[in-house]
Each structure stands twice: as structure tokens, then as C-alpha cells.
């Protein structure tokens, strides 16, 4: 087949999911043609040897990329975020008919950041199909009056639009379907696909004496916490739990955020000294440091569109064999749960975390290892890379209106 792809972000961004999906697609002999942005995320700048230009495009066999400019640094304002999604709509529109005419279907790797454009090219390409791979329904962030609550409707409006023109729609969350299909979808053609996480890097390792000293300070439990430090997490709850228990274990805050600062505030104030903060760190380290640790934790505030989301730090820690204390509700916990890999609690509940991480310390290390191995089985099984992308091909076949392969057996082989 010809697919497009277009995406929000895309390597060398932390963009592992349309990355490898348009590697894979290209390898098992597809031609693929990428329309994204030029890269400037996570900090809003675009990357040290990179310059914004109109004719920038990259060939390897099989696969092309195209990157249009966009307005970068949008996250701190309203304004400023519209314009970045605004901009890169209109940029990719002007391109779109040459760049991607005849193709045989669309996969949009859908961010809210992506609508406005997804909207645009696919009017601009007239009757080609789409597959929607929705990641986040939309972007509330709260906002409920005023300009951005404006925003957030008009956002929302060009969503259902695109849902009811897809041929298909992938969710990365189970309770996800749900919120697509009352946004506007037919439910006979949502499905859900998990996201993967990047396998070149986030796989079983075993820890050296750097990583052990930098995590473990002594012989106790060590509960890990590795990525943004920001208000969707609530990590004030982690906190709150640890401090209650510090005789007991360690709880290790690996990254930074909006929300370092008053996190490290609180742990001062109520004297945690089991509580501790290391710096990001580089991908590559953290199978290292996911080993060096007892179990990773994953926290999620008690929002409602955080109910039907997955964040991705759970499958990074499933696929390299660390058992998982899930604070969180919804898909999240439910995973955990039924793979057998760990433990889970009610959300910014932190007493109910406090009495999991003292269970936690007490079981004994077999035992953790054993939840490990389970939750890495269930990654191969329904999360994996291999399993991911025969799920997006035969959607994409499906909306072609083709008869699609028979599978390639890739995802029995990952085990």
C-alpha cells in the first residue's frame, strides 16, 4: 500500500509510536510518506542544528518525511498553544495535496495538537480513508469560560468532525472507546490498539554498581517514580505516603516538572528523608535504573479524562520486567490488575498508597521478580511493538477497502 502518516511529532522527538510504526510499515514493503513538524519538543525550541524551512525532505527506501514549520513554544499560553496547532494545520495543508496524492489511506497519529491539521488534509485529499490512532480525547485542561474555554469547544467540535469521517479509529486506552464514541464515532469502527513503548531501549537489564549507588541507599525497599514531576501526576501523594512509612522504604523521583518544586516543598515540610530526587536522566539509563529499583511507580490525579488514559511509563516498566505500584484509576489499574504485575490503589488517596508500599516492602523479592515476568509477558502479548503494528496494518487494509495480510507472526516471536 501508499500510507500517509501524519503526526504532531516525530524522531528525532521522543515520538516512538509513529517512529517505529512508519519503520515497520516501510520494512514489511509498504511505501510511507511521514507529514510532520520539525522537532522542538519537550522544550518548545527547535532542535540545535535544525532550521525552520519550507523544503525540507528526507528519503531512505520505502520512506519519505516531510516537515513543514510550525509555531514552536506554544505550552505556556492559550494563544500561544493555538497558534502552534493553528500554524501547523495551515503548514501542513499547503503541502499536503503534492506531498501526500495518492496515497491509499491516512494514519494520523492523533494528538489534540494534530486536529486542525488532520481536519484540513483530509478535505484537501478528498475520499482518501483515515485511521485515527487517538491518544488523548482533548486537551480540558480545566478550562471552562472565558478564551480558552472557547478553545477547548472549538477543539472538540473539529474532533467529533473527524471522528465521524474515519474509516477507522484505534484507541490507546480501553475506557477510551467509550469517550470516542460519545464524541461522535461509530463504535463498529473504533478498536482498541495499546500503544508500545521504544524496544530498542526499554527492555529487561540488569543493573551495574553506578546504578545501584545512585538508587539504593541502604537495604530497603525502593519504590521509583521516573518522568514528569507535573499537576497530572499528583505526586504530592507519593510524598505524603512515603513520609509515613520512613523507616520502611524509599521513594525515588527520578525527572522534573512544573511541579518539582512545591513536590520537593512538601517532602522538606513533613521531614521525608526516605524521600528522594535525582535529575532526568538520558532513555537509555533508565532500564539501569528501572533494575537498580524495586518496583516503578505510576501515579495519575483523579481526572476524568485521565480515567481513560494510559500513561506510558506503564509500558516502559512492563516491557523491562519492573513490577508496578499503580495510584490510579481506570485502564491503568485495571492493567495492572489483570496482568498480575504489581499492586494498585485508589488515586490522591495517600494513605491507601501508604498501606500498598508497605505491602510492597514486605513481599518477598521471588515474588517481585515473579510480577515482573508476568507483567513483561503481558506487554509482549497485547502491548508490544510487533503486536501493534499488524493491528494498525489490517486497520489500515480494512479502510482501503483491501483484504488485509495474513498476520506476521511477529508478535509470537517477541516472546
Not at 85 to 106: E, M, Q, T
Amino acid at each position: 500500500m501508499r500510507i500517509g502518516i501524519l503526526s504532531y511529532h516525530f524522531p528525532p522527538e521522543p515520538a516512538f509510536i509513529p517512529g517505529s510504526l512508519a519503520e515497520e510499515l516501510a520494512a514489511r514493503g509498504h511505501e510511507v510518506r511521514v507529514l510532520t513538524g520539525f522537532p522542538d519538543y519537550p522544550g518548545g525550541h527547535v532542535y540545535p542544528g535544525w532550521r525552520q524551512r519550507w523544503h525540507h525532505e528526507t528519503h531512505s527506501q520505502r520512506l519519505s518525511v516531510r516537515r513543514v514549520p510550525r509555531y514552536p513554544g506554544g505550552a505556556a499560553s492559550v494563544g500561544g498553544r493555538m497558534a502552534n496547532y493553528l500554524s501547523f494545520a495551515g503548514s501542513a495543508g499547503l503541502v499536503a495535496r503534492r506531498f501526500l496524492g495518492g496515497i491509499d489511506a491516512l494514519y494520523v497519529f492523533q494528538l489534540p495538537a494534530t486536529t486542525f491539521a488532520a481536519a484540513g488534509v483530509l478535505r484537501l485529499l478528498g475520499r482518501v480513508p483515515a485511521v485515527l490512532h487517538v491518544q488523548d480525547v482533548w486537551a480540558r485542561d480545566g478550562a471552562e469560560e472565558g478564551s480558552e474555554g472557547r478553545w477547548v469547544a472549538r477543539l472538540g467540535s473539529t474532533m467529533t468532525r473527524i471522528y465521524r469521517t474515519a474509516a477507522r479509529i484505534a484507541v490507546a486506552a480501553p475506557s477510551m472507546r467509550d469517550l470516542v464514541v460519545a464524541a461522535g464515532a461509530d463504535p463498529a469502527r473504533v478498536q482498541l490498539v495499546l500503544n508500545w513503548t521504544d524496544e530498542r531501549i526499554f527492555h529487561p537489564a540488569t543493573p551495574g554498581a553506578a546504578a545501584r549507588q545512585l538508587v539504593r541507599r541502604d537495604g530497603r525497599c525502593v519504590v521509583m517514580h521516573a518522568g514528569t514531576i507535573g499537576a497530572r501526576q499528583g505526586l504530592e501523594t507519593a510524598v505524603r505516603a512515603a513520609a509515613a512509612l520512613d523507616r520502611t522504604m524509599d521513594l525515588v523521583l527520578v525527572g522534573s516538572g512544573a511541579a518539582e518544586r512545591r513536590v520537593r516543598g512538601l517532602a522538606a515540610e513533613l521531614g521525608a528523608d526516605n524521600v528522594r530526587f535525582l535529575e532526568r536522566r538520558s532513555p537509555v539509563d533508565m532500564p539501569e535504573l528501572y533494575a537498580a529499583a524495586d518496583y516503578q511507580l505510576v501515579m495519575s490525579r483523579d481526572l476524568p479524562e485521565l480515567r481513560g488514559t494510559v500513561p506510558g511509563k506503564l509500558q516502559a516498566a512492563l516491557s523491562c520486567a519492573a513490577p508496578v505500584i499503580a495510584s490510579a484509576g481506570g485502564d491503568t489499574a485495571e492493567l495492572v490488575e489483570r496482568a498480575r504485575a504489581g499492586l494498585s490503589c485508589p488515586p490522591e488517596d495517600w494513605a491507601a498508597l501508604a498501606d500498598r508500599f508497605w505491602l510492597a516492602a514486605t513481599i518477598a523479592p521471588p515474588t517481585r521478580t515473579e510480577m515482573g515476568r508476568r507483567g513483561r509477558a503481558a506487554y509482549l502479548r497485547e502491548m508490544s511493538l510487533p503486536a501493534g503494528v499488524d493491528q494498525i496494518e489490517r486497520l489500515l487494509h480494512e479502510a482501503a477497502g483491501r483484504a488485509a495480510p495474513s498476520l506476521h507472526g511477529t508478535a509470537n516471536k517477541a516472546h
